[in-house]
């Protein structure tokens, strides 16, 4: 009993959660989705439980969060999170992970999502696996976190999840680094932060489905652990991503039935047909009713 409290203990430090105290030394909080990894192009067969070619693609996941989490190390990063933000949130082999680097798995019931586990203690995000938002031409499985979302805006700016994730991140004041995918999230990544590292690991060609020319996932590798590293040393010439509340959502939805969930939501507007409208002095409570109401 008394090893176990210990051990409790250490995992509670190193987390950087100890009651009344600033964790010391270089924090970094890695967040990898599946889409945006090397050679992958198929929801259905690579990305899920019960597709056959998916413990190939969770295998490539956790080589490129490794890859990451080396980069960060390099840097002189001494507490690293990973966090699964893939389907289940159960995708990268925890053996095959970094030790370290701590593991976020599975999903809360708070708003942070992808982002579960950040907070002000850190010094820089990177994302890795990232892909662009829905109806995005030449992108490889676009989407914004699920097919049921048209258009997800704050304050007129359309936003990928990396955009979404980027602000949650900014209201903490850590800013992201990095970000690794296909070319249209590297794209979309500079036009909304201005300047970032990137590492474009496929190319789309299509406009619904697209094809992906890739580089082989031991170069996607390469890249992202020498992009992380030059990133998280270079992190002071990045600034967070912020907006000026008060913070207003538009929330375009695909299909009616969808438009149910919304239906006596507090603070939500029907500004459309397949349309919300959602505003808030609080940032999170905006995410909160993405979350809610997509």
């Known amino acids: 009993m008394k090893r176990f409290i210990v051990a409790l203990a250490t995992l509670w430090l ?10 010391e030394g270089l924090r970094v909080f890695i967040s990898v989705d599946m889409e945006g990894i090397a050679a992958a192009t198929n929801s259905g067969d690579e990305m899920g439980r019960a597709g056959y070619d998916y413990d190939i693609f969770r295998e490539i996941m956790t080589q490129e969060a490794n890859a990451a989490v080396e980069g960060a190390l390099a840097a002189g990063a001494t507490h690293i999170v990973v966090r699964d933000a893939h389907g289940t949130a159960r ?6 992970l970094r030790p370290e680097a701590m593991l976020m798995r599975d ?16 010094d820089a995000v990177v994302f ?3 892909h662009a938002k829905a109806g995005t031409p030449d992108a490889i499985m676009q989407h ?36 690794a995918g296909d070319q ?10 201005g300047e970032i590292e990137g590492a474009a ?11 992906a020319l890739s580089v082989h996932p031991d170069v996607a590798v390469e890249m992202i652990r020498a992009g992380v590293e030059k990133a998280v040393r270079e992190r002071a010439k990045y600034e967070p991503y912020t907006m000026t509340p008060p913070y207003t959502m538009v929330l375009q939805l695909r299909t009616r039935d969808r438009m149910a969930r919304g239906e006596g939501y507090t603070g939500a507007q029907r500004t459309g047909p397949l349309e919300w409208t959602y505003t808030s002095y609080e940032l999170m409570d905006v995410v909160q009713a993405f979350a809610d109401l997509r």
Request: some cysteine; proline content about 5%.
């Open 91 to 96: 995708n990268i082999l925890p053996q095959m």
């Open 144 to 179: 914004t976190m699920s097919g049921t979302v048209a258009d997800l805006s704050i304050n007129g700016v359309s936003l990928p999840e990396a955009g979404l994730n980027a602000l949650i991140a900014g209201h903490y004041g850590v800013p992201v680094v990095f970000v």
């Open 107 to 122: 999903w809360s019931d708070g708003p942070k999502g992808m982002m579960e586990g950040i907070d002000e203690t850190f």
């Open 201 to 211: 690991v496929k190319q789309g060609i299509g406009v619904s489905r697209s094809a």
């Open 184 to 193: 249209a999230i590297i794209d979309e990544c500079l036009e909304l932060f």
């Open 14 to 23: 190193m987390a950087g959660c100890e009651a009344g105290t600033q964790p």
């Open 128 to 130: 890795v696996g990232y």
